[in-house]
């Protein structure tokens, strides 16, 4: 895909436009690139071999300088100086956000290799208000970048059109009503293309009718937001009648994509929607294929296990936890690291690539319904299918405790008794089970620290 983009990318000589010559930073981007555009077409096996390769080369550096992991591998009976096997990488134990919560510098390592650049520091809390530090490297931000362009060029946008970004930004940037405006789409993209103009909107102050208005002035080439608002946005798109003639891509992040999200959006705009699956901590973990709706797990950034409660590994179909290890970022390794997530293993794709599949991406253990029977799931609670019985604009569902369920809504009016009614029926029989269910009305219900929102939350330890 790099070479369908190499017409137009950007030179440094303004004399020598073919081929182009680019500068010192872009042309280390394109290295790796170039590696990726043949890495993606390698069989599974191969692909396995070389992580394994990177894997031995982190697994030796945080033995020698950061003691928690010492300790970890040599409880575990693993020498990574003598190389690792499959089986004995099973038995490292996994690692979850409690564990270093608080203790991040016990992760950072004492020693950075050379050409790994500066150790820069990133504060992540998601959608759980638990807030860690992550230490970075230049090395880790070059491959962020890379793996950008890689969701670009699999997509093939065409970087001559505007992009429009509605999403949460810290301090008081991007705010409403003229959002932030510049010139290009911003690094890495205009590092190696000429790009058309970008614009962006806080999420944070911002209703959906102000958006929809904002959205309106901007002429759209590419949107990005959350699933969450572009269905809010796409619903108002079709309750006011507007057109999007120029919008050509909905691209989706930070949050589960459902099927209403799909079905509503495109019967919106009618262009195809693009998930991303990512995470601050780690960077890309998966992108969605550009031949299917399912996500190619990006091997060359991270080794991705999806395992069984039990820690065997899932089959094609089988849905587990979500288990990562950064294969590029030796400022602090994070070595099995369950992120929370839950995903369902798929089938090698068609598409020929041999990157490991996603089907889904189901969401968090908090976003679980737990039964008094201990059993948990994902519950499916469509916003269409509740307008249909009273005006509700938003509702969040949390289970506060084993028996007891909050629905949180805002509505247009006050809810008669009979559509309350109504409503916790449907509810009660989405969630299999017959919970206390009570109403509690808000003006607004606010999306996390980090601009996501949840449908479901569970309060719910078992």
């Given amino acids: 895909m790099i070479f369908a983009q190499a017409s137009r990318l950007k030179t440094h000589l303004p004399t020598t436009t073919f081929p182009a010559v680019v500068s010192n930073y872009p042309a280390t981007i394109l290295a790796p690139l170039y590696q990726l555009e043949q890495s993606q077409w390698w069989s599974p096996q191969q692909i396995l071999e070389k992580q394994f390769q990177q894997l031995g080369n982190v697994l030796s550096h945080a033995y020698n300088t950061i003691p928690f992991y010492k300790t970890r591998l040599e409880n575990a009976r693993i020498d990574p100086r003598q190389g690792i096997t499959s089986e004995q ?16 510098q016990q992760f950072l390592t004492s020693a950075l290799p050379k050409g790994h650049g500066r150790v820069g520091e990133i504060t992540t809390s998601g959608s759980t208000a638990e807030p860690i530090k992550i230490y970075t490297t230049e090395l880790t931000q070059l491959f962020w970048n890379v793996f950008t362009l890689r969701d670009h060029y699999w997509h093939k946008r065409d970087f001559r059109k505007k992009l429009v970004s509605i999403r949460f930004f810290k301090g008081d940037q991007a705010q409403y009503p003229d959002g932030a405006n510049m010139a290009t789409w ?37 949107l990005l937001t959350y699933p969450s608002n572009a269905l809010e946005l796409a619903k108002l798109t079709l309750d006011r009648g507007l057109k999007f003639p120029s919008l050509q891509e909905l691209r989706l992040i930070g949050e589960v994509v459902d099927q209403e999200v799909l079905d509503i959006c495109a019967q919106a705009w009618n262009v195809p929607i693009v998930d991303v699956y990512s995470a601050n901590e780690v960077g890309y973990i998966a992108l969605q294929c550009p031949e299917h709706r399912n996500y190619h797990i990006q091997s060359e950034n991270l080794y991705v296990e999806i395992l069984h409660e039990n820690g065997t590994p899932c089959a094609p179909g089988e849905v587990g936890k979500v288990v ?28 020929g690539r041999g990157l490991p599949v996603l089907d889904r991406i189901l969401g968090r253990t908090r976003n679980m319904l737990v039964l008094p029977t201990g059993e948990k799931y994902w519950p499916i609670l469509g916003l269409e299918e509740l307008t249909k019985i009273a005006p509700i604009r938003q509702r969040q569902v949390v289970q506060r405790m084993l028996h007891d369920i909050e629905v949180r809504l805002t509505t247009e009016r006050p809810l008669t008794r009979a559509e309350e009614d109504k409503l916790r029926e449907m509810i009660l029989s989405k969630l299999g089970y017959r919970f206390n269910l009570s109403f509690v009305y808000l003006d607004r219900i606010e999306r996390s620290a980090g601009g996501k929102f949840e449908e479901f939350i569970s309060k719910v330890t078992l």
């Fill in 324 to 351: 990562v290890s950064t294969l590029h970022n030796f400022a602090m390794p994070l070595i099995r690291y369950a992120i929370g997530d839950y995903a369902e293993v798929g089938e090698p794709c068609s598409c």
């Fill in 89 to 104: 990488w099973r038995k490292i134990p996994i690692l979850v956000r409690r564990d270093f919560q608080g203790k991040e």
């Fill in 186 to 222: 911003g690094n890495p993209v205009q590092l190696l293309h000429h790009t058309g103009p970008s614009c962006a909107l806080d999420i944070k102050k911002t209703d959906v009718s102000d958006q929809l208005a904002w959205l309106s002035r901007q002429e759209p080439g590419y």
